[in-house]
């Protein structure tokens, strides 16, 4: 087993780091209701996310179900996995089911086809904690984000690596300088795991650790597309703005996108003129990279829209949240009234037994017109949502009421329901138990006959008149006949 499994905090006293989002965890699983809001525990590797939920599991006794990237997450695998599990109890006599969504921000490609969607309708119906982990906020559909408390796990300080460390040196009998520690942690960026493999790589075929045998064992640190645009927008060089832009792991393309949706930073109008003019003069570029696949073309596109942006903000700096491409935005959002469509389509089209092209060509318009007349019936007939509603009738506050009043209506109808079955329970138990007492009564009564009875036979008994031995052996002799005379006659 390798040492990042081996020493892996099994409890949340174990984990290193961030304690003030430790306890937060610890609050959220004791006070959890089925009006809790899932976890959403973001941050760059190695701070703990993943531990820290299994260590919160086992602390409360929890049972965990984990989907992770190495899984196929499409719709039906979420659903009758997580799904499944979200509105089930344990098996295994666990007080409640976790259910953790690991690298929820690599939902992408035809494996996780419907993945989000499906995401979303879990945290709509689960009746179990759920816990989702991610390195990228912003890789999460905002309809996500929106239904999660997000908690952020930010990099470990060298300080707090350098204990663990040497906790570990300690159990495997090594022998390792503090200079050698320091270097570890140091190099390992705030990334613990990174850390643990650095020593134990250090650490093999020896028994002692130099600082000198760590210096081969760098964590390879990659830039993001976040300390990009913060270098970019800051007073980065040009010589370190290109190293940086050389180790983000993006396209071209995508940091244009990224320094684009930023600009709103720049104040002053002629500098802000001056950077949309070197990004639209990359933004050619590219172009020309994608129609000529002459990708050697890319690195003019990187460093007119780094170096030149960088140049007309003038060191402004980020004082807010890094904005992502609104260009993301609104792709998410068309492909969510995609998604909506489709969704009424069928809906409808099933209720009105005929094809969803017929429905959509030909009778779309006049099923909107009723449906603004009456759209109550249209929820309860069709089983739609607000954004259905709201896409058939075209006003968004009108349909969040209506389903607000369809929920309360179906609240009181279970309500009802529900008083219904006692009533119909406790009719039952009292006939149950009238039935029970006329059966004692019955019992009771036969007992009370069977003992006059038994009295009656004494009392008759009693009354019966005492005869005496010889007039009882008369009475025993048969009567004379006169057959019995002669005889009588003959023995004389």
Same mark, same amino acid.
């Given at each position: 087993?390798?040492?990042?499994?081996?020493?892996?905090?099994?409890?949340?006293?174990?984990?290193?780091?961030?304690?003030?989002?430790?306890?937060?965890?610890?609050?959220?699983?004791?006070?959890?209701?089925?009006?809790?809001?899932?976890?959403?525990?973001?941050?760059?590797?190695?701070?703990?996310?993943?531990?820290?939920?299994?260590?919160?599991?086992?602390?409360?006794?929890?049972?965990?179900?984990?989907?992770?990237?190495?899984?196929?997450?499409?719709?039906?695998?979420?659903?009758?996995?997580?799904?499944?599990?979200?509105?089930?109890?344990?098996?295994?006599?666990?007080?409640?089911?976790?259910?953790?969504?690991?690298?929820?921000?690599?939902?992408?490609?035809?494996?996780?086809?419907?993945?989000?969607?499906?995401?979303?309708?879990?945290?709509?119906?689960?009746?179990?904690?759920?816990?989702?982990?991610?390195?990228?906020?912003?890789?999460?559909?905002?309809?996500?984000?929106?239904?999660?408390?997000?908690?952020?796990?930010?990099?470990?300080?060298?300080?707090?690596?350098?204990?663990?460390?040497?906790?570990?040196?300690?159990?495997?009998?090594?022998?390792?300088?503090?200079?050698?520690?320091?270097?570890?942690?140091?190099?390992?960026?705030?990334?613990?795991?990174?850390?643990?493999?650095?020593?134990?790589?250090?650490?093999?075929?020896?028994?002692?650790?130099?600082?000198?045998?760590?210096?081969?064992?760098?964590?390879?640190?990659?830039?993001?597309?976040?300390?990009?645009?913060?270098?970019?927008?800051?007073?980065?060089?040009?010589?370190?703005?290109?190293?940086?832009?050389?180790?983000?792991?993006?396209?071209?393309?995508?940091?244009?996108?990224?320094?684009?949706?930023?600009?709103?930073?720049?104040?002053?109008?002629?500098?802000?003129?001056?950077?949309?003019?070197?990004?639209?003069?990359?933004?050619?570029?590219?172009?020309?990279?994608?129609?000529?696949?002459?990708?050697?073309?890319?690195?003019?596109?990187?460093?007119?829209?780094?170096?030149?942006?960088?140049?007309?903000?003038?060191?402004?700096?980020?004082?807010?949240?890094?904005?992502?491409?609104?260009?993301?935005?609104?792709?998410?959002?068309?492909?969510?009234?995609?998604?909506?469509?489709?969704?009424?389509?069928?809906?409808?089209?099933?209720?009105?037994?005929?094809?969803?092209?017929?429905?959509?060509?030909?009778?779309?318009?006049?099923?909107?017109?009723?449906?603004?007349?009456?759209?109550?019936?249209?929820?309860?007939?069709?089983?739609?949502?607000?954004?259905?509603?709201?896409?058939?009738?075209?006003?968004?506050?009108?349909?969040?009421?209506?389903?607000? $009043? *369809?929920? @309360?209506?179906?609240?009181?109808? =279970? +309500? %009802?329901? #529900?008083?219904? &079955?006692?009533?119909? /329970?406790?009719?039952?138990?009292?006939?149950?138990?009238?039935?029970?007492?006329?059966?004692?009564?019955?019992?009771?009564?036969?007992?009370?006959?069977? $003992? *006059?009875? @038994?009295?009656?036979?004494?009392? =008759? +008994? %009693?009354? #019966?008149?005492? &005869?005496?031995?010889? /007039?009882?052996?008369?009475?025993?002799?048969?009567?004379?006949?006169?057959?019995?005379?002669?005889?009588?006659?003959?023995?004389?």
């Amino acid at each position: 087993m390798d040492w990042p499994s081996k020493y892996r905090p099994r409890h949340m006293e174990e984990v290193v780091g961030n304690t003030t989002v430790l306890r937060q965890m610890v609050e959220w699983g004791r006070s959890w209701t089925k009006e809790s809001k899932p976890l959403l525990l973001y941050g760059k590797p190695g701070t703990g996310k993943t531990s820290s939920v299994y260590a919160l599991a086992t602390d409360l006794g929890w049972e965990i179900i984990e989907l992770n990237a190495s899984d196929q997450r499409t719709k039906d695998v979420i659903l009758r996995i997580a799904g499944v599990s979200s509105v089930t109890g344990s098996l295994t006599g666990a007080a409640r089911k976790l259910i953790l969504l690991d690298e929820a921000d690599n939902l992408h490609g035809t494996a996780d086809r419907g993945g989000a969607r499906a995401i979303l309708d879990v945290i709509k119906s689960a009746r179990q904690p759920i816990i989702l982990v991610a390195n990228d906020l912003f890789g999460i559909p905002s309809e996500i984000r929106s239904r999660c408390e997000p908690v952020q796990f930010r990099a470990l300080p060298s300080r707090s690596i350098v204990p663990r460390l040497r906790y570990i040196c300690s159990a495997e009998r090594i022998s390792c300088d503090e200079p050698a520690l320091q270097e570890i942690a140091g190099a390992a960026g705030g990334d613990m795991r990174a850390a643990i493999t650095m020593l134990e790589a250090s650490a093999i075929g020896r028994n002692t650790v130099l600082e000198i045998d760590v210096t081969t064992s760098r964590k390879d640190t990659r830039s993001t597309v976040f300390d990009l645009v913060a270098a970019v927008y800051g007073r980065a060089r040009g010589e370190e703005l290109m190293k940086i832009a050389y180790e983000v792991d993006e396209t071209p393309d995508t940091l244009e996108q990224w320094i684009e949706a930023n600009t709103v930073h720049i104040k002053s109008p002629a500098s802000f003129a001056l950077a949309y003019g070197m990004l639209s003069r990359s933004d050619e570029y590219i172009g020309l990279t994608f129609r000529q696949q002459y990708y050697t073309l890319w690195r003019y596109a990187t460093a007119l829209m780094v170096l030149g942006v960088s140049d007309a903000a003038g060191g402004v700096g980020i004082h807010a949240r890094i904005s992502p491409p609104e260009r993301w935005r609104k792709m998410g959002s068309y492909r969510k009234q995609r998604t909506v469509r489709t969704s009424l389509l069928r809906k409808i089209a099933e209720g009105l037994h005929m094809s969803q092209l017929v429905l959509r060509d030909s009778y779309l318009t006049p099923v909107s017109l009723l449906a603004e007349r009456d759209p109550g019936s249209f929820v309860r007939d069709f089983s739609l949502d607000a954004d259905e509603l709201n896409m058939l009738i075209h006003d968004k506050a009108l349909a969040q009421k209506v389903i607000r $009043e *369809e929920l @309360e209506r179906e609240k009181a109808r =279970e +309500k %009802e329901y #529900e008083a219904e &079955v006692k009533e119909k /329970k406790k009719r039952t138990l009292r006939k149950e138990e009238k039935k029970e007492a006329g059966k004692a009564e019955e019992k009771k009564g036969m007992e009370i006959a069977g $003992e *006059e009875r @038994e009295a009656g036979r004494g009392e =008759e +008994k %009693e009354k #019966e008149p005492q &005869v005496s031995p010889d /007039k009882g052996e008369e009475e025993k002799r048969p009567p004379r006949t006169q057959k019995t005379l002669f005889d009588g006659f003959r023995d004389r």
